[in-house]
């Protein structure tokens, strides 16, 4: 009861100069005020290791055809397996069957879009597939059983140049031309006149055609990177024209892509990587090395743990997180090839990257970061990981899988838009599959890797 007078006592009182004076009054705030404070961490260890990454899954439309040999680098050879996206819609108006005159596998890269020798010559054979090709499908996809081994329809020397051709050179990008069978082209003319169903979707095409298989058949020296592939046939049509005071015969050359490439099919690049002796010798010495494509990831220890006991240890009881960044350090690897550290990474948790790939996912800044290669300061920073660390937070206990992440090295399709109004756009990323344009490698210096973390935090100065 002593205390619920002492109470009633200090009411009374306090009424009282609240009565005296109407004015906004100052008493104890000379001996109570708040303080605030911004904290930045930056004195955590992260630990890593090379990791094998023998498979991946095809997720682009990009296609690698060749074999090459760096000594610094290793030995990569990739072969293409493809199906193809017919064409809804033929103009046939005026031509017919007997018309068509041949049918041309093109591919297309862009000048320069090659490592090694662009003048060593390199040759292919193409064969057509026999039944449907499976779903998803694997770098190290066997194609035994896919093709006949006697029934090849073409080969083809090429090389990486325009050897000398002035017209070509001013273009920004080169070709690899491959004849195909005109008979099939008549075929597919007189399935599209016939069946135009065949047409309508890429899985009943598959049925009608299921592709090609793309084979290195000899040469030792440089892969290229094809950005698109087209299958053109060609018209060569006899006209007559007349005139008031002449009739005269008339040629006409006329050319359609009947089927391409595109996201909608499986196409795949059949990727062998043999990673060279002085890699796996840096790799034994515990550097944290990528080697791609389908050669070595870096599975990294992250320490989320440390960072936790430092904000708890640090943040006092009115505290808020404002980042969590992480910079890796990164060093090219010396070559006489040009071969340069991948331009995109991906770090991802362990327990989630083939899942990522599988479903097509994209970077949630929770369980998966997407970092670019930054040549001023070489490296790759991480700069959104505030989430990730609020859901670690929020957990009972951690284990293994929420600090275990793979680096990897992918490619990524961005798209842009524009603001009519302020006139200005913004990038946004598409996808991001696994790494498969070109030899690329870099070592990660993960031991001399920056993790900040910064927090604000309140408290009451007596």
């Not at 090389?159 to 004849?179: K, P, Q």
């Amino acid at each position: 009861m002593k205390y619920i007078g002492a109470f009633i006592a200090m009411g009374i009182v306090m009424s009282a100069l609240t009565s005296c004076d109407d004015e906004t009054t100052t008493i104890g705030s000379s001996l109570i005020t708040d303080k605030s404070e911004i904290v930045i961490d930056s004195t955590f260890t992260v630990l890593g290791r090379s990791v094998e990454n023998k498979v991946v899954q095809s997720r682009t439309i990009t296609q690698l055809i060749g074999r090459f040999n760096a000594k610094e680098y290793g030995s990569l050879s990739s072969e293409i397996v493809t199906q193809f996206m017919p064409s809804i819609s033929l103009d046939t108006t005026g031509v017919a069957v007997s018309d068509i005159d041949s049918m041309k596998l093109v591919m297309f890269f862009n000048a320069g879009a090659f490592t090694g020798d662009s003048l060593v010559p390199m040759g292919l054979q193409v064969y057509p597939l026999t039944k449907q090709l499976p779903s998803p499908i694997y770098s190290n996809f066997d194609p035994t059983g896919y093709y006949d081994s006697n029934n090849m329809w073409e080969s083809e020397i090429y090389t990486g140049n325009a050897l000398s051709n002035d017209s070509l050179n001013n273009l920004y990008y080169r070709t690899i031309s491959v004849d195909l069978p005109v008979d099939f082209a008549r075929s597919f003319y007189k399935e599209y006149r016939t069946n135009p169903n065949t047409f309508a979707t890429p899985q009943a095409f598959a049925q009608f055609f299921p592709g090609l298989y793309i084979r290195n058949s000899f040469g030792n020296g440089r892969v290229t990177n094809i950005s698109e592939t087209r299958i053109n046939v060609f018209y060569r049509r006899h006209a007559t024209i007349e005139t008031d005071s002449s009739t005269r015969d008339t040629v006409y050359n006329l050319v359609r892509t009947y089927m391409a490439v595109t996201p909608e099919v499986v196409t795949n690049n059949i990727l062998n990587l043999s990673v060279a002796d002085a890699i796996t010798s840096r790799v034994a010495a515990g550097e944290a090395i990528l080697c791609a494509p389908a050669g070595l990831d870096v599975e990294m220890e992250f320490p989320v743990k440390d960072i936790i006991d430092a904000y708890k240890r640090q943040s006092g009881q009115l505290s808020v997180i404002n980042t969590l960044t992480m910079s890796i350090p990164a060093e090219a690897i010396e070559n006489s090839y040009g071969i340069e550290p991948p331009t995109n990474i991906l770090v991802v948790l362990k327990k989630d990257k083939d899942e990522f790939f599988a479903k097509n996912k994209i970077t949630d800044s929770k369980t998966s970061f997407l970092a670019t290669y930054s040549s001023s300061t070489n490296s790759y920073s991480l700069t959104n990981m505030r989430q990730y660390l609020l859901d670690m937070l929020a957990k009972d206990e951690l284990t293994a899988d929420d600090y275990t992440f793979i680096i990897t090295p992918v490619d990524v399709t961005t798209e842009s838009s524009s603001d009519s109004y302020y006139q200005s756009g913004q990038t946004y990323v598409t996808s991001i599959a696994p790494y498969v344009s070109g030899p690329s490698m870099v070592t990660l210096k993960l031991s001399e890797a920056k993790i900040k973390l910064t927090f604000s935090k309140q408290y009451a100065n007596f």
